[in-house]
């Protein structure tokens, strides 16, 4: 696993026990899935997705794969291989991207995959005896007559059975995607089905239960309408549905009695670029932002919120992330900031190295959407998150660029080396509050490639954020972070 190792030791005997810890993302950062639906299955939590590919053309280049996780431990996630591929599907014969998953556990015991294929109006399954194995063709969502039901963009795709049936929730209602396909169609929101427990055979519906932009005015979702990416959790006695909402990197979330009525906006979980979080504005985003999808999953009680961030230059590479959430007595749930220790159930260890890209802050101050209409845009200046000759780093960091984490036990620390390359020299301040005074600076020297620079930094208990800001001219390029022990 393309995990950090923290360096705080166990003594047993003679042996010196790693604890090992989990960030943003969790996967190994040459792993791209967005759109993740985390499940608990028997006694692990398997992710399901969509597949990108690092540095691709275009949304969803690669087939299905799982990852999973002991529900002990959310730090350690295992790959499960390949469980469906384009070529799977038979009438998939292009071979084109497969979109946003979803899977559950039918009645009958076994595990059925609904996906969609690009650009094709239809609802796909696939049926398999284990949750992360080899997927089979299963057929399309449809009416009792034999029609496949096309309405509404059937994109995106999320079940839940309870006891009060089977129900497909789906649709993608664009708002600001300038695709010629979309111009002349109705599309009407976030849809319902209800299915036969042969998971296939709509019994009731479709039915429209959240609105898309067109249709919020006067309702509670207005100002937080519904764009896609919807996923469906039952707690307790209440359906909750989070989606993505109109701004497209929000994760919002609708709540009902019912999978089929009712639904009433909840609330904004998070969003890839902090927006709305303590006030936080569309203009002050702390991240370059696009597209956003994600569920809900509850682990040993705590709950989780999976999204998924944007590298690149384009919405093209996506890579999954997770928070904590909690929700409160009135089944209200807070909106969460973004953070690099994302599942970590501590602080990260102050002590240890860390890939720079494991970063939740990246921004120039005035970051703005990525592309989703081609792997460049002209218009884009700013800071981000690349790999090339098979390494990952931060680049095109210019004067007065923040790099931020979040949350490490800093109280640990007492030097801190950062592995970089300068176009000119310069230097990095040091800070543990987004807008506060530098605590330290690394002097930077010009580089043609990996230079390291170091410099001694304490910090108290209680700060727990580290912010990098460059000062100089020219840009830099940042790899690897190395949080250094106190010496005694």
């Known amino acids: ?157 999320s079940v839940i059975c309870t006891e009060e049936g089977n129900f497909l929730c789906f649709g993608f209602a664009p708002c600001m995607i300038n695709i010629a396909r979309y111009k002349t169609q109705d599309l009407r929101g976030g849809s319902v089905v209800q299915l036969e427990d042969d998971m296939m055979t709509i019994r009731t519906g479709p039915k429209i239960i959240i609105p898309s932009l067109k249709y919020g005015q006067g309702t509670s979702f207005e100002g937080n309408e519904y764009f896609e990416g919807p996923s469906i959790r039952k707690i307790d006695k209440t359906y909750y549905l989070v989606y993505s909402s109109a701004h497209t990197h929000q994760l919002c979330y609708a709540t009902s009695d019912s999978p089929m ?16 979080y303590e006030g936080r504005s569309e203009e002050d985003k702390v991240a370059s932002v696009g597209n956003n999808h994600g569920g809900l999953v509850e682990v040993n009680g705590q709950w989780y919120i999976f999204y998924h961030r944007h590298t690149s230059l384009n919405q093209y590479s996506r890579q999954a992330c997770a928070e904590k959430i909690y929700i409160d007595e009135n089944g209200h749930i807070p909106q969460v900031t973004i953070t690099s220790s994302g599942m970590n159930p501590t602080p990260l260890s102050g002590d240890a190295s860390y890939a720079a890209i494991h970063c939740c802050n990246l921004t120039n101050g005035h970051m703005g959407a990525l592309s989703s209409l081609g792997r460049t845009n002209a218009e884009i200046d700013f800071p981000y998150i690349t790999c090339a000759n098979g390494e990952r780093y931060i680049t095109n960091i210019k004067n007065e660029d923040l790099i931020g984490y979040k949350y490490f036990n800093l109280f640990e620390t007492g030097s801190i080396e950062v592995v970089y390359e300068a176009d000119e020299p310069g230097i990095l301040e040091i800070r543990t509050e987004m807008h506060g005074e530098a605590k330290a600076c690394i002097q930077l020297q010009a580089s043609k490639w990996w230079k390291t620079a170091e410099t001694d930094s304490t910090f108290s208990e209680n700060e727990q954020e580290l912010y990098f800001v460059y000062k100089g001219s020219g840009s830099i390029s940042l790899k690897t972070l190395h949080l250094k022990a106190k010496k005694i």
């Open 1 to 157: 696993m393309q995990l950090n190792e923290a360096k705080g030791y166990k003594q047993k005997g003679m042996v010196s026990i790693m604890k090992r810890q989990g960030m943003n993302p969790y996967l190994p950062l040459n792993e791209y899935i967005p759109d993740g639906e985390p499940h608990v299955f028997g006694n692990r939590v398997y992710l399901f997705g969509s597949h990108d590919l690092e540095n691709g053309n275009e949304f969803c280049e690669l087939d299905y794969v799982s990852w999973s996780a002991s529900v002990d431990d959310m730090t350690d996630w295992r790959y499960e291989g390949v469980i469906y591929k384009k070529e799977d599907d038979p009438f998939n014969e292009d071979r084109l991207p497969l979109y946003a998953p979803d899977v559950v556990q039918g009645k009958d015991g076994k595990y059925y995959l609904y996906y969609c294929v690009k650009f094709k109006d239809a609802i796909h399954i696939a049926v398999c005896d284990t949750p992360a194995g080899k997927y089979e063709y299963y057929g399309y969502v449809k009416y009792a007559d034999g029609r496949v039901m096309c309405e509404n963009q059937p994109y995106d795709p």
């Open 261 to 276: 009525d009712n639904f009433v906006f909840g609330g904004v979980i998070v969003s890839n670029g902090d927006v709305g």
